[in-house]
């Protein structure tokens, strides 16, 4: 079955720090791109980040650039979103998803997680 | 970047036929066949519907279907079901590796 499984989601304060963790199986995990897309509580989906299939490119949305960093270990089937310096309004559901394509990056995701809650509040 | 406007919430009954809006700008829905809608049950993983505009993946409903026009994508729901109530959100690339999602559709059952 293929499936991806987030975690590290935690209460932190303003100005902290956290790692989220995303686990993959049932694809070869290193034909693919991982993206982190998050939810704040009400509001719509939000593309975050996005790591290519051999870890080579990185990319981020405006507001977290220079704050957020995603990588992955393809060894070991897993993406990491490292969150530093965060804000109130970091606060959300995040959600590892796949690429659907082999070749993709960015285009869209046919797999995705239940998510990890992420709340900055002091 | 602003998000992808979308209606904010549309209702129909059983049976009926329902389409879903989701306008852009020339630099994403407008350039890239890279349109996908996603629906979510709150508290479930979101679900990838249709990609690339009009295609659905396999073991999607036949029920759902995709379009565009200029900067405008659209869902359409055929034969409206209780279980379609949900979330919908339209999402496209954006150049760069980047993606950008709607602020997404609830959909009510009546």
């Known amino acids: 079955e293929v499936q991806l499984l987030e975690s590290g989601g935690d209460l932190v304060q303003p100005g902290g720090s956290l790692r989220l963790s995303c686990a993959a199986s049932g694809f070869t995990f290193r034909d693919h791109a991982m993206t982190w897309v998050r939810q704040a509580p009400g509001k719509g989906l939000e593309w975050v980040s996005l790591?290519?299939?051999?870890?080579?490119?990185?990319f981020y949305v405006g507001s977290v650039k220079g704050r957020f960093t995603i990588s992955r270990d393809n060894s070991k089937n897993m993406v990491y979103l490292q969150m530093n310096s965060l804000r109130v309004e970091d606060t959300a559901v995040y959600y590892c998803?796949?690429?659907?394509?082999?070749?993709?990056?960015?285009?869209?995701?046919?797999?995705w997680g239940r998510g990890t809650m992420v709340t900055v509040s002091s | 970047q602003s998000a992808l406007t979308q209606p904010a919430s549309v209702s129909g009954s059983p049976g009926q036929s329902i389409t879903f809006s989701c306008t852009g700008t020339?630099?994403?829905?407008?350039?890239?066949?890279?349109v996908s809608w996603y629906q979510h049950h709150p508290g479930k993983a979101p679900k990838l519907i249709i990609y690339?505009?009009?295609q659905r993946p396999s073991g999607v409903s036949n029920r759902f279907s995709g379009s565009r026009s200029g900067n405008t994508a659209s869902l359409t729901i055929s034969g409206l079901q209780a279980e379609d109530e949900a979330d919908y959100y339209c999402?496209?690339?954006?150049?760069?590796?980047?993606?950008?999602f709607g602020g997404g559709t609830k959909l009510t059952v009546l």
């Open positions: 999402c496209s690339y954006a150049g760069g590796s980047s993606a950008i």
């Open positions: 020339s630099s994403d829905v407008g350039t890239y066949n890279l």
């Open positions: 690339e505009v009009t």
């Open positions: 790591i290519h299939a051999a870890g080579s490119g990185t």
């Open positions: 998803a796949k690429d659907r394509k082999v070749t993709g990056a960015g285009n869209d995701f046919d797999v």
